[in-house]
């Protein structure tokens, strides 16, 4: 019968959350996308091919001219030399991404490495490739490890290490120093990264992404996945990319060739449209989404609210014993969408144990109205439950 991995899992907190904000006619700042319909001229381009190019099977690995624009934009934007036609694979969204990463990499019987609270996908993943999770737990405020959490967790079982950088759901970038301990570990090991960088293009006040493939010994041993969606403010268009060394390519493309086969080509060639004409785009994006978390936060702010910082991503956190609330994430966010018409994730949901209960996540990638509403309807909700 069923799969006991697949048969045992909730559904996605963001399809719960999404769904009762729907069924209640409730302000939605739980799952992460902009109420904005994304770039016109992307959209039109995508349309141009939808009509008038080509419809049928792309190549595997991508169009050529995709694979070439992702290797030009991650050598303008963060000085990477990746041979388009040997070192970067399309896929259908970073999760399929993910999937392909895991199922080429992992041998059952692997231990990979991964830091809670973790993208809902990946211990499932994990798990249903035979990998071993081992799990460092980050605690807010500042959400980072350290040496003894990696010797904690390295060993000479260790496979594969899975990090999120910058990290869903606690909007924090991992600093450059934390970068090159565990790209130590990742050599001392001989383990190979995975780095789901899809929000390297949502960073504030000036921050730098860095990636991890750039550190010294990972260029071997490090897959890079992005997203379109993620870039482009276009979550549904599940246009995800793969970049790492030919060996890591050839064995990935592999499990991408029967999951997908290929990805959707008048999406693929929106894409690498807007990645050749991005403009300013790098820089208008993420300063509107700065000035949306700082609306947000504000007005949070002055309702009593007690507000994480945000370094990037569409989220930004609130601390419930800090804002004077008494019950959990869960309960919050559940009774919050119910009696107060405003839907948010409870950052329990990223944990796969001991999870820290007292965090809840916001997304302030909308519009002026909606935050502004958002914010009220916390409000009420705070004082439900203070
Ligand atoms: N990884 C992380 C950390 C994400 O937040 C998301 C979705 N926002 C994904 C992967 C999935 O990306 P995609 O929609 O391209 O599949
Ligand atoms: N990444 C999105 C978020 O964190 C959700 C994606 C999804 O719904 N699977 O909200």
Known sequence: MANPIY????????????????????????????????????????????????????????????????????????????????EVTITSGATEALACAILALVTPGDEVVMFQPLYDAYAPMVRRAGGVPKLVRLQPPH????????????????GLVLLN?????????CPAADLALLAEFCVRFDAVAVCDEVWEAVVFDG????????????????????????????????????CAAPALTGVIAKAHQFLTFTTPPNLQTAVAWGLDHAGDWFETMPADLQRSRDRLAAALRA??????????????????????????DRSFCLRAVREAGVAGIPVSAFYEEDPVTTIV??????????????????????????
């Open 303 to 328: 309702e009593g609210f007690a507000v994480l910082d945000s370094e990037g991503t569409y989220f930004l956190n609130i601390d419930l014993p800090g804002s004077g609330i008494a019950v959990d």
């Open 7 to 86: 048969d045992a899992l909730p559904t996605t907190i963001f399809s719960v959350m999404s769904g009762l904000a729907k069924e209640l006619d409730a302000i939605n700042l739980g799952q992460g996308f902009p109420d904005a319909p994304g770039p016109l001229a992307i959209r039109q381009q995508a349309a141009e091919a939808v009509l008038y190019g080509d419809n049928q099977y792309p190549p595997m690995p991508g169009l050529p001219g995709l694979l070439e624009a992702v290797a030009g934009h991650y050598a303008r934007r963060q000085g990477l030399s990746l041979d388009w036609a040997s």
């Open 361 to 386: 996540r916001l997304c302030f990638a909308k519009r002026d109205e909606t935050l502004d509403a958002g914010a009220e309807r916390l409000a009420k909700a705070r004082a439900l439950m203070k």
């Open 143 to 158: 959400w980072r490890f350290s040496r003894a959490d990696l010797e904690a967790v390295f060993s000479d079982r260790t």
């Open 165 to 173: 950088n910058p990290l869903n759901p606690t909007a924090t970038l």
């Open 207 to 242: 921050r730098v992404h860095h990636p991890l493939l750039a550190q010294s010994g990972m260029r071997e041993r490090c897959v890079k996945i992005g997203s379109a969606g993620k870039l482009f403010g276009l979550t549904g268009w599940k246009v995800g990319f793969v």
